[in-house]
C-alpha cells in the first residue's frame, strides 16, 4: 500500500519537474523568437480586423479567442487598458504588445496580469462574486460544467472568508 502511495507521489513529483524544465526551455527559447512572433501576431491582427478597420473591437477579439464572451471581453478591457493608442479599441502594436506580454511572462507577472484582469472596477480590489463569474464562465467552457458551486467554493476558499482582496493580499495568498 505505501509502494503504490510512493510510487503516485514520485510520478506526480516527476511531472513537476518536468513541467518546470519545459517551462524553462520555453522562456530560453522565447527570447530568440519574439520578433518573429510578433510578425506572425501582425498578420493574425491582419485576418481579424475588417478592412475598413484599423482597431479590433471586443467582438472581433472574441471572434479570435474563442473564450466566451464576459471573460474575452474582460481581457480585451486590459489589452486596450495597456494599449497608449487608442481607448476606442486594439491597435494592431497594441494586440502584439499584450500577447507578447502574456505569452512571455514569468510566473509573477502572469499573477499581476490575472490580477488587472479581476480588477473590474479598475479601483485595486477584486470581489469574490466577479471572480467567481469569471471562472464559471471559463469552466464552463473547458468542462461544460453543471455544479457552478464547485467553483465558488474554490473561490471562496481564496478569498478565505473575505469579500475582496487587495493587490498586495492576492499577491500574499499565490
Given at each position: 500500500?505505501?509502494?503504490?502511495?510512493?510510487?503516485?507521489?514520485?510520478?506526480?513529483?516527476?511531472?513537476?519537474?518536468?513541467?518546470?524544465?519545459?517551462?524553462?526551455?520555453?522562456?530560453?527559447?522565447?527570447?530568440?523568437?519574439?520578433?518573429?512572433?510578433?510578425?506572425?501576431?501582425?498578420?493574425?491582427?491582419?485576418?481579424?480586423?475588417?478592412?475598413?478597420?484599423?482597431?479590433?473591437?471586443?467582438?472581433?477579439?472574441?471572434?479570435?479567442?474563442?473564450?466566451?464572451?464576459?471573460?474575452?471581453?474582460?481581457?480585451?478591457?486590459?489589452?486596450?487598458?495597456?494599449?497608449?493608442?487608442?481607448?476606442?479599441?486594439?491597435?494592431?502594436?497594441?494586440?502584439?504588445?499584450?500577447?507578447?506580454?502574456?505569452?512571455?511572462?514569468?510566473?509573477?507577472e502572469l499573477v499581476e496580469v490575472?490580477?488587472?484582469?479581476?480588477?473590474?472596477?479598475?479601483?485595486?480590489?477584486?470581489?469574490?462574486?466577479?471572480?467567481?463569474?469569471f471562472f464559471v464562465?471559463?469552466?464552463?467552457?473547458?468542462?461544460?460544467?453543471?455544479?457552478?458551486?464547485?467553483?465558488?467554493?474554490?473561490?471562496?476558499?481564496?478569498?478565505?472568508?473575505?469579500?475582496?482582496?487587495?493587490?498586495?493580499?492576492?499577491?500574499?495568498?499565490?
Amino acid at each position: 500500500m505505501f509502494s503504490n502511495a510512493k510510487a503516485n507521489n514520485n510520478n506526480n513529483n516527476n511531472t513537476r519537474i518536468k513541467n518546470v524544465v519545459t517551462y524553462i526551455n520555453r522562456k530560453k527559447t522565447w527570447k530568440g523568437k519574439n520578433a518573429m512572433f510578433r510578425c506572425y501576431l501582425a498578420q493574425v491582427f491582419d485576418q481579424v480586423v475588417v478592412k475598413e478597420h484599423t482597431m479590433m473591437n471586443v467582438f472581433m477579439f472574441y471572434h479570435l479567442v474563442q473564450w466566451p464572451l464576459f471573460p474575452a471581453e474582460k481581457m480585451f478591457k486590459y489589452f486596450v487598458s495597456n494599449d497608449n493608442t487608442s481607448d476606442n479599441g486594439l491597435s494592431c502594436n497594441g494586440f502584439c504588445d499584450n500577447v507578447v506580454k502574456v505569452y512571455g511572462a514569468g510566473v509573477n507577472e502572469l499573477v499581476e496580469v490575472l490580477f488587472d484582469v479581476l480588477d473590474f472596477m479598475c479601483c485595486g480590489k477584486i470581489c469574490v462574486e466577479d471572480v467567481n463569474i469569471f471562472f464559471v464562465h471559463l469552466h464552463m467552457v473547458e468542462q461544460r460544467a453543471e455544479n457552478e458551486g464547485m467553483v465558488y467554493e474554490i473561490v471562496k476558499r481564496f478569498f478565505n472568508g473575505k469579500s475582496e482582496l487587495t493587490k498586495e493580499e492576492y499577491m500574499d495568498i499565490v
